[in-house]
């Protein structure tokens, strides 16, 4: 099989939608251009030991390395599935053996149907399997070969590379299948898009999720996370327990803020006039998109 096949791009309107997928709550703002993913770098970090992350277009990707071969967390969009494996190939000569879905987002499992097509076997939470099969706000159903083989409830148990990892349900809060990684000897945890340092929370509320599950999913990682434990987001840099605290203390202010309006009979359009958000712009970016999702997912909440 060529190169050109095995990394086929998807067609522009699939990959926008899966690109967009968290953002198509209704009354939404327009989604954003799509990337020019021919301009994208992969850049590697090490996080501890032989854990290290991919930085490019979308999610994180996480990637463990040892004598059992290479496992991946996500796999960002089709397009830079070659320049992801090229990146790994850096790292290690191993074969990828396994790939782990953080939840159903197209830029954490647009590369799926590649990797799927290597013979790779991937491995997500029941509800992102299910959403794939049925195709995510707009994108099409995912071909069978892109799908998760093995699928878990609550967690699962890999022991692969000398790491004893766990992979589990957080409570619906980015969407209703997020998972999160646990490297026990590395001391690091994967959370996907749960939490971010890049940007505002953001509630799928049409995927599943909800903001008390968002607060909910914050403390469970604040729990089991350690003083030294290395944080890995779906979006941005290394982070603390600390600077899941400091999220989700801002959820929770952003719940009462946000929250009070509803209660008061504010409409959405009448939230955005307000500007609620116009003291944090400056460091998280446009609010519209976020308030958009964060208030359709709270206002059936309360």
Same mark, same amino acid.
């Given at each position: 099989m060529s190169n050109r096949t095995l990394f086929a791009l998807v067609s522009p309107l699939a990959l926008l939608a899966a690109h967009t997928a968290f953002g198509q709550a209704p009354a939404a703002p327009a989604a954003p251009a799509q990337p020019d993913f021919s301009a994208v770098q992969i850049k590697v970090h090490q996080v501890a030991?032989?854990?290290?992350?991919?930085?490019?277009?979308?999610?994180?990707?996480?990637?463990?390395v040892g004598d059992d071969g290479v496992l991946m967390i996500d796999d960002q969009f089709a397009p830079l599935t070659g320049k992801l494996i &090229?990146? =790994?190939?850096?790292i290690s000569k191993k074969p990828i053996k396994m790939l782990v879905n953080t939840h159903v987002h197209g830029d954490h499992t647009g590369g799926n149907e590649n990797i799927g097509k290597m013979g790779i076997e991937i491995i997500a939470h029941d509800n992102v399997r299910a959403r794939l099969v049925k195709g995510v706000n707009g994108a099409p159903p995912s071909p069978a070969?892109?799908?998760?083989?093995?699928?878990f409830g609550d967690a699962i148990a890999l022991h692969f590379d000398g790491e004893d990892l766990e992979v589990a349900k957080l409570p619906p809060a980015h969407t209703d299948g997020d998972s999160y990684i646990k490297l026990t000897k &590395?001391? =690091?945890?994967?959370?996907?898009?749960?939490?971010r340092t890049v940007g505002y929370p953001i509630v799928d509320g049409p995927n599943g999720g909800t903001v008390k599950g968002t607060l909910a999913a914050l403390q469970k990682i604040i729990d089991m996370a350690g003083p030294n434990t290395k944080i890995l987001p779906g979006h941005g840099v290394v982070s603390t327990r600390e600077d899941i605290a400091a999220f989700r203390d801002l959820v929770a202010s952003l719940q009462t803020k946000v929250g009070d309006m509803i209660k008061q009979g504010m409409t959405l359009e009448q939230v955005l006039a307000a500007k609620p958000t116009a003291d944090l712009d400056a460091k998280l970016g446009p609010s519209e998109r976020f308030l958009t999702l964060f208030y359709n997912a709270l206002k059936t909440e309360l």
């Open positions: 030991g032989n854990f290290y992350y991919l930085e490019g277009q979308g999610g994180n990707v996480g990637v463990l &090229a990146a =790994v190939k850096t070969v892109g799908l998760p083989v093995v699928t &590395a001391d =690091v945890i994967h959370v996907g898009d749960v939490f």
